[in-house]
């Protein structure tokens, strides 16, 4: 079972945001947008390959998973129910 | 040209909207003004200072008589430029680039990039339009998609740099043997631009351009130099590229006023030149860093810096991560009293550069050493 603690240092460590600890990424932060940790479409881009390399999950249709980059908690979901 | 709004999953008239926001809406604008010829002004809206600017100039200046476009710098580096194009300009630069597909012939063109800058209007806008094909596109696409759809005969794929190292990484068993990748915006390092095509079985054509000249040259998969584009003329003065072009006009704004400029235009890309349309890419000045296709300026992240209370001096060196799809990362050196967070130039530089992550690193307590004549040399 993945946790947002093991997504969040995957993130960390895969965005070079290198300055950041796992506990100020909130579980229900916004990743995008003005009002959360505001990543941006490569950043988006950079999470697919984080997810196949590190978890071994695929997103291959943007249309069916909008939702699943909104926060952590999630990004964990999905994979955990991938990996199910 | 029809085009095909990929996340709808059907054909969108090209019609006018005053306020264009999607892709989509950006693109049918575009093309409507460009089948009518009718003027239109091209700039990133998400970008605060480039709106400001905009909006602060005076709106004389903004002649529209006999041009299609005037594309805008995106101000990451901290002057925009406004670079007026005809419609002549455009079809010349399709027609230039066309030349180079030889034999390839394409039924679509799948683009990933936004119709906010020269490159996608130009490129993917008016190509498909020049060429009558239909060109399909999406908000967002994911590596995956991306090559779904470059698997599909005869397709042209506008797309940038991020998404042939996203590719690599994937290392996906699909072939695009009948498809061709255009790349723009920065260079593909050519051991990816060689890794792509021993993968996919597909051509990467990197195109060097720029919104002050256009299209200026291109290179395919692992070459190490580029040809100029017909009609271009390159020089160099000082180590760095100057280019005469047929696709842009001489009519700029700057400092927000109306200018004529020689036809020669002086960029900040060190050259080395090999023949008349010959030349090698040697680097660019050090001051400026592409971050997701945005020139960015390191003197002003430094001013941002800077203006950050018990901030004496910043120094930023500029650190390559090959593998990363943003591959130039920030060292920020800070010579002064406060421990600068992260958070703290976050905030600064989106409230300068809009919302633009890039990637730093933060050495605190650092003394910033000066040359004889104050200017930022290094650190200790």
Redesign the interface.
Same mark, same amino acid.
């Given at each position: 079972m993945v946790t947002t603690n093991d997504l969040k240092e995957k993130i960390i460590a895969g965005?070079?945001?290198?300055?950041?600890e796992p506990d100020e990424i909130g579980d229900d932060m916004a990743l995008f947008?003005?009002d959360g940790l505001?990543?941006?479409?490569?950043?988006?881009?950079?999470i697919?390959?984080i997810l196949?390399?590190e978890f071994g999950v695929?997103?291959?249709?943007?249309?069916e998973n909008k939702n699943i980059f909104e926060t952590p908690n999630t990004l964990v979901a999905y994979i955990n129910e991938q990996k199910a | 040209m029809r085009i095909y709004d990929m996340?709808k999953k059907c054909y969108t008239e090209i019609q006018k909207h005053d306020n264009p926001l999607t892709k989509i809406e950006q693109l049918s604008d575009a093309m409507y003004c460009y089948k009518n010829s009718m003027f239109k002004m091209v700039y990133d809206a998400t970008q605060p200072a480039l709106v400001s600017y905009i909006n602060s100039l005076d709106t004389n200046i903004l002649d529209a008589e006999g041009m299609q476009w005037l594309y805008f710098t995106s101000g990451t580096t901290g002057v925009p430029t406004g670079v007026f194009k005809t419609k002549e300009n455009s079809h010349k630069q399709a027609m230039a680039l066309i030349k180079t597909f030889g034999d390839m012939k394409f039924n679509r063109v799948v683009t990933t990039v936004p119709f906010v800058h020269i490159y996608g209007i130009d490129i993917g806008g008016v190509v498909p339009m020049v060429l009558d094909i239909d060109v399909w596109t999406?908000e967002? =696409?994911?590596?995956?998609?991306l090559v779904k759809e470059a698997e599909v005969e005869g397709t042209l794929v506008v797309t940038t740099p991020? =998404?042939i190292k996203?590719l690599n990484?994937?290392k996906n068993n699909a072939k695009f043997s009948k498809s061709l990748f255009l790349t723009s915006t920065a260079p593909v390092p050519i051991a990816d631009g060689r890794e792509f095509y021993e993968n996919y079985d597909c051509s990467v054509l990197q195109l060097f351009a720029s919104t002050e000249t256009g299209l200026m040259g291109y290179k395919k998969n692992d070459e190490s130099i580029l040809k100029a584009y017909d009609g271009v003329k390159i020089s160099q003065k000082d180590g760095m590229l100057r280019v005469s072009s047929p696709f842009v006009t001489q009519k700029i704004i700057s400092d927000g006023r109306l200018k004529r400029v020689e036809s020669s235009f002086q960029t900040e890309d060190i050259v080395e030149i090999l023949s008349v349309n010959e030349f090698k890419l040697l680097g660019r000045s050090s001051k400026l860093v592409k971050i997701?296709g945005k020139r960015v300026s390191t003197v002003q992240v430094e001013d941002i810096i800077e203006s950050i209370g018990g901030v004496d001096a910043v120094f930023i060196k500029i650190r390559k991560?090959e593998r990363?799809?943003?591959d130039e990362?920030l060292d920020i050196y800070v010579e002064g009293s406060l421990t600068l967070?992260?958070k703290t130039v976050?905030e600064c530089l989106?409230e300068a550069l809009g919302?633009?992550?890039i990637?730093f690193?933060?050495y605190n307590h650092k003394k910033i050493l000066r040359s004889s004549v104050g200017k930022k040399i290094g650190f200790k």
């Open positions: 965005l070079g945001l290198e300055d950041m947008g003005d505001g990543l941006d479409s490569v950043d988006a881009i950079e697919t390959l196949e390399k695929k997103v291959t249709n943007m249309d | 996340d999406k967002n =696409f994911l590596p995956e998609e991020v =998404f996203a990484r994937m997701a991560e990363a799809l943003k990362i967070e992260a976050k989106k919302s633009l992550h990637p690193k933060i």
